[in-house]
T-cell receptor
């Protein structure tokens, strides 16, 4: 059965801190792993990862995939209050995309 | 306008009624998905479709029906709505080849009273 586990489920840090969000997965016929950010509306796309060991970066956010160990991490450096959101991990395998429960990140000013 | 749109955005219905949520995309994406989002559960896959006339059950399909007669449309029907189906529903689509993001509609907030 397909499974996606994100940790931690909730995280509160101060502005300027660095955070690491974790995602482990088990899916059949893995193709890619997607990261999304969700505030009060539909999820917005952050990264797509297909190959192990290649870091994707966008500003203060970066992500990496380990296809052998079946996990991915999302790093956010120098966090800002605007980073407060739920971060969702979603592997794409066997014609479907399933989501983890997400990590709820709250940044204190 | 190009994109993926859901309708209605908000719906209140009574227990036992049939209700259909619409999803339309203009990109001719092969893959389409329906999710429901409830507090504490994240996004759960209801049904998905790899192409027109091909649909499959996801994690929580009971009480729902889908069809995909045209590539651009993927309606979700609640045959006999129950209070437990009160939720926010998201439709998403993506291209073939798997190497692309999934694009989301704005969501439909459904309340069953």
């Amino acid at each position: 059965e397909d499974k996606v586990v994100q940790s931690p489920l909730s995280l509160v840090v101060h502005e300027g801190d660095t955070v690491t969000l974790n995602c482990s997965y088990e899916v059949t016929n893995f193709r890619s792993l997607l990261w999304y950010k969700q505030e009060k509306k539909a999820p917005t796309f952050l990264f797509m990862l297909t190959s192990s060991g290649i870091e994707k970066k966008s500003g203060r956010l970066s992500s990496i995939l380990d296809k052998k160990e079946l996990f991915s991490i999302l790093n956010i450096t120098a966090t800002q209050t605007g980073d407060s959101a739920v971060y969702l991990c979603a592997p794409f395998g066997d014609d479907k995309i399933i989501f983890g429960k997400g990590t709820r990140l709250h940044i204190l000013p | 306008d190009a994109g993926i749109t859901q309708s209605p955005r908000y719906k209140i219905t009574e227990t036992g009624r049939q209700v259909t949520l619409m999803c339309h995309q203009t990109w001719s994406h092969s893959y389409m998905f329906w999710y429901r989002q409830d507090l504490g559960h994240g996004l759960r896959l209801i049904y998905y479709s790899a192409a027109a006339d091909i649909t499959d059950k996801g994690e929580v399909p009971d009480g729902y029906v889908v069809s995909r007669s045209k590539t651009e449309n993927f309606p979700l029907t609640l045959e006999s709505a129950t209070r437990s189906q009160t939720s926010v529903y998201f439709c998403a689509s993506t291209r073939t080849g798997h190497y692309t993001e999934a694009f989301f509609g704005q969501g439909t907030r459904l309340t069953v009273v």
